[in-house]
C-alpha cells in the first residue's frame, strides 16, 4: 500500500503511528542498554571492588555481590578512595601528568601543525623524501625503539637526574601521525582562505597563524585529546628515564607510572588497586566524553586518505 | 611574521645550548666529592617510599656517621623494578654503558651466573674471609668465585589451616625442619583434607607468569633427587629430564590427578578457609597475622610445616644481594667498607627487623620461639635450603619451568620435559657460543 | 654512539639534498621555479619536527635496524660484533623446528584473522546504532566508548578475573546460573585464543566507532533522501549510500587495526604467560630481546615484522584502491 502511493506521489512518506513509534523507540532503548551493560560490566567490577576491604572482596567472588559495592559497609566505602589519595600521594603525581601533558600538546601542535602545513601546501626542493618518509615511519614498530632511544636521551644528549622530563616531553613532542592528520586536513582547507590573506600581505607564517590556526579547531582539538591520553597512560618510558624523587622534594613521575610501583607495594590491597585505577581513568573518562565531539569532527574533516 | 620566525630561532638555538651544555658538562663521576670524600654510590632495587627502603636508608645513615672521619660517604639510590621490562636491570645496564654504574648494586640471585659472566660483577672471593662467608646461609657463587653477599634469605613452606586439619583428625606433631614429612604422608594428609571436603593444598600451579611458581615448586625436583643442569650450568640434556626429576614433577602431576590442588583456586581461598595448605614464601606471614582476621584471628588458628622430602630434603632459597660492580673505580678498598657494613650482623638484622624476612647471616640471633613459623624457616634454611639451578640460561631455565608446570594437568611428563629440555639445551648452546 | 649518528646525519643530509637537486633538476625541465624565499621558509617551518624526529624516531629506528646485524647480548654492551645474516638464518631455523616461534607465528595470525573482522564489524553496527539524535543515543556511545579509556593493562587483569577458571571466575559464575559447568578459558588452546581476541575487540571498538561516526557525517543527507524517493528500503541505503560513502574511512580502519593486531603483546604476557598456545609473535620478539637479552635477534625479528606489515599494508593499499 505504502509502495504504490509513493510512485504515484513522490513526495508522499507515509507516517509511521505514534504508537509504531514508541514501540521502536522503546525497543531501540532496551537493546541499547543491554549492549552498554555488556560493554560496561567489567568496569562495574571495577568500581565495585574499590568500595571493598580485602576481605569483603574475597568473599564477595563468586557471587552476584561481585557487581555491588559494598553497601554493607557504607560508611568505609570510600576508605579505600582516602588510603590511596592520602598515603600515596596520588595528586602530586596527577599533577605532574596534567603538567607534562598541557606542555606535550602545545608543542606538538606548533611542531607537527608546522611541518603538517608545509607538507600540505608548501613546495620545496625534497619534498618527495619527506613524503615517502611519514608514510613509512607510520608503519614501523616502535618497541625495539625503546633501547636505542635509551642511550641516545641518556648517553649521547646526557639528561640526566632533573633533566631526564626533557628526555620524557622532546619524544612525546614529536608525532609522524599528528603531521599525517594535519597534512589531511589542512589539505581540505580550500585554497581560497590562503590566498585571500596573501593578498592583504600576510606571509607564510602570517597565513599559517592567523588564517590556518583558526580554521583548525577540531583538528587542534583531536590532536590535544591524544595527546593527554597518550601521556597521561604512558608509563613504560618514564619509568625507565626518570629517577626517583629525593627526600622531600617533589617527585618527577607521571601517574601511571606511580600506579604500577604503588600496586607493587606489600600490604596493598585489590580494593585500593581498583581505587587507583579508577582515579586515574576518571580524568581520561571526562576528556574523552567532553571532546568526544571534537574527535569525530576532527576525523572527519582530516578525510582520512591513507 | 618576521618576528615569530625570529623567535622560533631562538628557541630552537636555546634547546641547542642547553643540549650542549648538558652533553657536554655534566658531572664527572671521580669517585670524590667536593669534601674530598671518597663517594660510593650503591643501588637499591625498591621505591623509596617502601619499608623495606627506609631500612636501607638507616643503616646507610649510619654508615656516613660512622665512618665521617675516615671521609668515606655512601650515596643511595632507589630504583624500584617495575613489572614486566624489568626496568631495574635496564637502568643497570644503561649504566653501564654510560660509565655510571653504581658501586654496589642489588641483584636477584639467581642472575648471579648471567651476571658474573658478562663481567658486570667483581670478584670477591678474596675480599671477604671465609670466616665470614661460613657465616652466611647462601652465598652467590659462579665457577667457585665469590660475585655476591644476600641482603636477607627468603624461605618457604605449607602454612596450614589449623582449624581444617582439626577436622580432619590430622596430628602434625613432630615434623619438623629437621624431621620433615615426605612424600607419601604428605599425600596422606592431602587425603584427609578432601575427605572433609576442603581443597587439599594450594601448590601456586597457576603463578606461571613470573618467578612465583618455579621459585615454590623446584625444591620438590632436588627433594626427589632430580636436578636440572650440570655445574657448568651448560648441560641440561640428562638432567633436567633425568627419571628423578620426572619423578618431582610426577608427585605434583599426582597431587592434581588426585584432586588435592588444581589450577582453579583462588588467590584468597585459603585465606577465606576454603583450602587446608597454602605453599608460600615468609612474605605471607605478616598477611596472616594482620588481613585476614575472619578466618585467621591469630596465631593459634594457623601454623607453617616445612617441604616434605624424598629422597632427601629440600627447600627453597636464594633472594636479592649485593655485589659489587666492575665499574671504572678501580679501587675498591671504600666500596668494600660498605658491603661489609651493609652485610654485616648488625645491618641484617636491622632490615630484616623492619622487613620480617629472615637474616642472612646464621650469627642474627632472633631467637625464634621453637614451633613457630619462623623458626621453621629459619631452621630449614639451615638444614634443607638448596638454591635454583646456576646458569647463565636462568630466565629461559624459569621460563620453561613455567611451561611444564602449567602443563602437568593434561601432559605427560616425560613429554612435557622432554620440550623444555630442548628448550633449554639449545638456549644454553646459544650462550656457550656467545661467551666462548 | 656519538660518532656513529653524526655518519647516520651526514647519510641523511646527502640523501636530502640528492633528492632536493633531484627536484629542482625536473623543475627546471618544466619551467617551473622553487621560490628561493618560500622554500626557505618551509624548510625553517620544518626544522623543528625534522630535528626531533631524526632525534627520536630515525635514529632508534635505524640503530635497531643496526643491531639486527649483530649478536648484541644485553649483558655485554661493549662487546657488540656484525654477525650480517646469523640472525635470520637462526630465524627460520627455530622456524622449521614448529617449536615456540612458530607457534607464535600461528597465534598472531589466528587473532589478526579473527579481531580485525570482529573490531571493525563491531564498530561499524555500534556506529550506525548510536548514529541518532537523542540522549539516549548520546549515553550508548559513551557506553560504548568506556571500555577503550580503560588502558590495555587493565583491561587485562580486568579480564583475568572475569575468566578465572573455577567458579570464582566471573564467566564461569554467570554460566553456572545455567548449570554450565566451569571451564579454564585461558589455559584451553581451543579457547584462550578466542577469549582474548573477544576481549580486545571490545576494549577497541569505541575507538573505531567514532571515527566511522565521523565518517557518517561526511555522508550528505540529500543522498539518502535521493535513496529514499527511489524506493530504498534501510538496507539498500545501507548498501547504495553508506557503505560507499564510508569507503575511505574504511580504509583508513582495516590498515590501522590490522597494524595493532600484528603487534599484539600486553594480552598474553599479562593474561597466560609465555604459553605455546598464546605466544604471539611480539611477545616472542619482547622474551628474546628483554628476558633473554638477545638485543641483536630480537631487532631481526622485529625488522622482519615491520617487513611483512609494510607489505601486506602496500597490498592493502592498492587492493582498495583499485575497486575504487
Known amino acids: ?190 585554497k581560497e582562505y590562503e590566498e585571500a590573506a596573501r593578498i592583504d600581505g600576510a606571509n607564510t607564517m602570517g597565513v599559517f597563524m592567523k588564517v590556518i590556526m583558526p580554521l583548525s579547531k577540531p583538528i587542534i582539538a583531536t590532536v590535544a585529546v591524544f595527546c593527554f591520553i597518550g601521556v597521561w597512560n604512558d608509563y613504560l618510558w618514564p619509568s625507565m628515564i626518570l629517577p626517583s624523587a629525593d627526600e622531600g622534594a617533589w617527585p618527577l613521575l607521571p601517574i601511571q607510572t606511580a600506579l604500577i610501583s604503588i600496586q607493587s607495594i606489600e600490604g596493598i590491597t585489590t580494593g585500593e588497586i581498583m581505587a587507583s585505577l579508577i582515579i586515574t581513568s576518571i580524568p581520561i573518562f571526562i576528556i574523552y566524553v567532553v571532546a568526544q565531539k571534537y574527535i569525530v569532527q576532527g576525523f572527519g574533516t582530516a578525510g582520512l586518505k591513507m | 611574521m618576521k618576528k615569530l620566525l625570529t623567535s622560533i630561532l631562538t628557541i630552537f638555538l636555546a634547546m641547542a645550548m642547553v643540549f650542549g651544555m648538558t652533553a657536554c658538562g655534566g658531572t664527572e663521576d671521580t669517585g670524590t666529592d667536593k669534601d674530598g670524600n671518597t663517594v660510593v654510590k650503591i643501588m637499591f632495587h625498591v621505591d623509596k617510599t617502601t619499608t623495606e627502603a627506609q631500612a636501607y636508608q638507616k643503616r646507610i645513615n649510619a654508615f656516613n656517621a660512622a665512618y665521617k672521619d675516615q671521609k668515606i660517604k655512601a650515596q643511595p639510590m632507589f630504583k624500584a623494578r617495575t613489572a614486566g621490562a624489568s626496568g631495574y636491570e635496564t637502568e643497570l645496564l644503561n649504566n653501564q654503558i654510560e660509565g655510571t654504574l653504581a658501586d654496589i648494586v642489588t641483584f636477584d640471585a639467581p642472575n648471579t651466573a648471567a651476571y658474573a659472566k658478562s663481567g658486570l660483577l667483581y670478584d670477591i672471593s678474596k675480599l671477604i674471609p671465609q670466616e ?4 652466611f646461609y ?77 621459585y615454590l615448586l623446584y625444591p620438590f625436583i632436588y627433594a626427589a633427587g632430580g636436578s636440572f643442569t650440570d655445574s657448568t650450568g651448560y648441560k641440561a640434556e640428562g638432567y633436567y629430564n633425568s627419571a628423578q626429576t620426572a619423578r618431582g614433577f610426577q608427585f605434583i602431576k599426582d597431587l592434581i590427578s588426585a584432586g588435592y590442588t588444581s589450577y582453579e583456586i583462588g588467590a584468597t581461598d585459603f585465606f577465606t578457609g576454603k583450602v587446608g595448605m597454602y605453599l608460600s614464601s615468609g612474605w605471607t606471614i605478616p598477611d596472616l597475622d594482620n588481613k585476614y582476621k575472619a578466618t585467621f584471628a591469630s596465631r593459634d588458628d594457623w601454623g607453617l ?93 624459569s621460563t620453561t619451568f613455567n611451561q611444564i608446570i602449567s602443563g602437568l594437568g593434561k601432559g605427560e611428563v616425560s613429554a612435557l620435559l622432554a620440550s623444555a629440555t630442548k628448550t633449554l639445551q639449545g638456549e644454553m648452546d646459544r650462550l656457550q657460543k656467545l661467551h666462548g | 654512539m656519538f660518532n656513529t649518528t653524526l655518519i647516520i646525519l651526514a647519510v641523511f643530509i646527502i640523501v636530502f639534498l640528492g633528492f632536493a637537486v633531484y627536484d629542482l633538476a625536473v623543475a627546471k625541465k618544466r ?31 635505524l640503530y635497531s635496524l643496526g643491531y639486527a646485524f649483530t649478536d648484541y647480548y644485553l649483558l655485554k654492551p661493549n662487546e ?154 534501510g538496507w539498500r541505503k545501507f548498501w547504495l549510500v553508506t557503505w560507499p560513502g564510508l569507503r575511505s574511512t574504511f580504509v583508513y580502519i582495516i590498515i590501522t587495526v590490522f597494524i595493532g593486531a600484528c603487534r599484539i603483546l600486553t594480552q598474553p604476557m599479562l593474561m597466560t604467560g609465555y604459553m605455546d598456545h598464546t605466544v604471539t609473535l611480539s611477545y616472542y620478539m619482547y622474551q628474546q630481546g628483554y628476558v633473554y637479552r638477545w638485543v641483536g635477534y630480537s631487532s631481526a625479528v622485529a625488522l622482519l615484522m615491520t617487513i611483512f606489515i609494510g607489505a601486506i599494508t602496500l597490498i592493502q593499499r592498492r587492493i582498495f584502491r583499485e575497486e575504487k
Not at chain 1, 509513493?6 to 549492549?35: C, D
Not at chain 3, 621555479?33 to 624526529?53: D, E, G, H, Q, W
Request: hydrophobic residues 50%; aromatic residues 12%; proline residues 5%.
Open chain 3, 31 to 61: 619551467k617551473q621555479v622553487y621560490r628561493a624565499k618560500s622554500s626557505l621558509t618551509a624548510y625553517l617551518m620544518l626544522l623543528p619536527a625534522v630535528i626531533l624526529a631524526f632525534l627520536f624516531i630515525l635514529l632508534p629506528i
Open chain 2, 138 to 214: 647462601s652465598l652467590n657463587k659462579y665457577e667457585g668465585k665469590l660475585y655476591g653477599l644476600p641482603i636477607q634469605e627468603s624461605s618457604a613452606g605449607f602454612f596450614y589451616n589449623k582449624k581444617i586439619f582439626a577436622q580432619a583428625g590430622i596430628n602434625v606433631d613432630g615434623i619438623t625442619a629437621e624431621n620433615p614429612w615426605d612424600f607419601a604422608k604428605f599425600k596422606e594428609i592431602c587425603g584427609k583434607i578432601k575427605a572433609v571436603g576442603k581443597v587439599a593444598v594450594d601448590m601456586r600451579i597457576d603463578a606461571v607468569k613470573d618467578e612465583t611458581a618455579p
Open chain 1, 1 to 190: 500500500m505504502d509502495k504504490t502511493l509513493s510512485k504515484t506521489l513522490p513526495n508522499f512518506r507515509p507516517k509511521k503511528t505514534p504508537a509504531k513509534k514508541t514501540v521502536k523507540e522503546i525497543i531501540y532503548h532496551v537493546v541499547g542498554i543491554v549492549l552498554s551493560l555488556i560493554f560496561l560490566f567489567p568496569i562495574i567490577y571495577m568500581i565495585a571492588t574499590s568500595t571493598k576491604s580485602e576481605s569483603a572482596y574475597a568473599s564477595s567472588l563468586g557471587s552476584v555481590n561481585m557487581f555491588l559495592p559494598d553497601f554493607a559497609n557504607l560508611g568505609t566505602m570510600l576508605d579505600n578512595y582516602k588510603n590511596v589519595l592520602v598515603n600515596y600521594d596520588i595528586w602530586k603525581y596527577a599533577l605532574n601528568s596534567f603538567l607534562y601533558a598541557i606542555i606535550v600538546i602545545v608543542l606538538n601542535v606548533i611542531i607537527n601543525g608546522l611541518a603538517g602545513y608545509v607538507m600540505a601546501k608548501l613546495v620545496f626542493p625534497g619534498k618527495k623524501l619527506l613524503s615517502f618518509l611519514i608514510i613509512f615511519l607510520i608503519v614501523v614498530p616502535v618497541e625495539t625503539s625503546i633501547i636505542p632511544l635509551y642511550s641516545i636521551v641518556k648517553v649521547m644528549l646526557g639528561l640526566k637526574q632533573q633533566m631526564s622530563v626533557i628526555g620524557v616531553i622532546l619524544p612525546a613532542s614529536i608525532s609522524i601521525f599528528n603531521i599525517f592528520l594535519f597534512t589531511q586536513f589542512f589539505e581540505g582547507i580550500p
Open chain 3, 80 to 233: 657488540i660484533n656484525f654477525v650480517w645474516f646469523d640472525n635470520f638464518k637462526d630465524f627460520f631455523e627455530e622456524l622449521s623446528t614448529k617449536g615456540t616461534l612458530y607457534n607464535a607465528i600461528k597465534n598472531t595470525l589466528v587473532f589478526v584473522v579473527g579481531v580485525v573482522p570482529l573490531q571493525i564489524g563491531l564498530a561499524l553496527l555500534l556506529s550506525l546504532f548510536v548514529n541518532r539524535d537523542g540522549v539516549g543515543s548520546k549515553i550508548f556511545k559513551v557506553c560504548f566508548f568506556a571500555p577503550v579509556v580503560i588502558s590495555l593493562s587493565v583491561t587485562s587483569f580486568l579480564w583475568l578475573q572475569i575468566l578465572a577458571p573455577g567458579e570464582n571466575g566471573l564467566l564461569n559464575a554467570l554460566l553456572g546460573i545455567f548449570g554450565i559447568p566451569p571451564h579454564d578459558w585461558l589455559k584451553d588452546p581451543n579457547t584462550a585464543m578466542p577469549c582474548i581476541i573477544i576481549l580486545s575487540a571490545w576494549q577497541g571498538c569505541g575507538y573505531q566507532m567514532l571515527i566511522f561516526l565521523s565518517g557518517l557525517s561526511n555522508i550528505r543527507k540529500e543522498l539518502y533522501e535521493a535513496a529514499s524517493l527511489d524506493g530504498a528500503n
Open chain 2, 132 to 135: 665470614t662467608q661460613n657465616k
Open chain 2, 305 to 397: 610445616l616445612p617441604y616434605p622430602k624424598d629422597a632427601v630434603a629440600a627447600s627453597a632459597t636464594g633472594s636479592w644481594s649485593y655485589a659489587i660492580t666492575n665499574n671504572h673505580h678501580k679501587d675498591k678498598t671504600a666500596i668494600v667498607e660498605l658491603l661489609n657494613w651493609m652485610t654485616s650482623a648488625e645491618s641484617s638484622k636491622a632490615i630484616t627487623d623492619a622487613t620480617g624476612m629472615i637474616p642472612a647471616r646464621k650469627d642474627v640471633n632472633n631467637n625464634y620461639a621453637q614451633g613457630t613459623p619462623e623458626y621453621t624457616l629459619l631452621k630449614q634454611l639451615e638444614v634443607s635450603g638448596k638454591e635454583r639451578p646456576v646458569t647463565v640460561a636462568y630466565p629461559t631455565f
